[in-house]
């Protein structure tokens, strides 16, 4: 069985900075690609960031430089720096681990989410 847990999440003021860490725990062999969504109250989730394998990156356009998403293969974590948070990056937000290899099983997992509030 794999769990995905993030972690990281609070309340921070306009212009700082947060950063959120995930991990896959369980008998994994290996992981494809490893996300970041968001979800607002009220909203669609949405792709936040994305990282491969091979450290392939993409970013969503309201990230703009503000976001840096890193990943460590051998404990199965990554990570989503953010900076010059604004109130609009409010969320709740879930790490995603995709093609994740066990022992004779393949599958897709989410996390429970950790809430970031952006707020003076």
């Known amino acids: 069985q794999v769990q995905v847990v993030e972690s990281g999440g609070g309340l921070v003021q306009p212009g700082g900075s947060l950063t959120l860490s995930c991990t896959a725990f369980?008998?994994?062999?290996?992981?494809?690609?490893m996300d970041w969504y968001r979800q607002a109250p009220g909203e669609q989730r949405e792709m936040v960031a994305s990282?491969?394998?091979?450290?392939?990156?993409k970013y969503a356009d309201f990230v703009k430089g503000r976001f840096t998403i890193s990943r460590d293969n051998f404990k199965n974590t990554i990570s989503l720096q953010m900076n010059s948070l604004v109130p609009e990056d409010t969320a709740v937000y879930y790490c995603?681990?995709?093609?994740?290899?066990?022992?004779?099983?393949?599958?897709?997992?989410w996390g429970q989410g950790t809430q970031v509030t952006v707020s003076s």
């Open positions: 990282i491969s394998s091979r450290a392939e990156i």
């Open positions: 369980g008998r994994i062999v290996s992981i494809g690609d």
């Open positions: 995603s681990a995709q093609r994740v290899k066990t022992w004779g099983y393949e599958g897709d997992y």
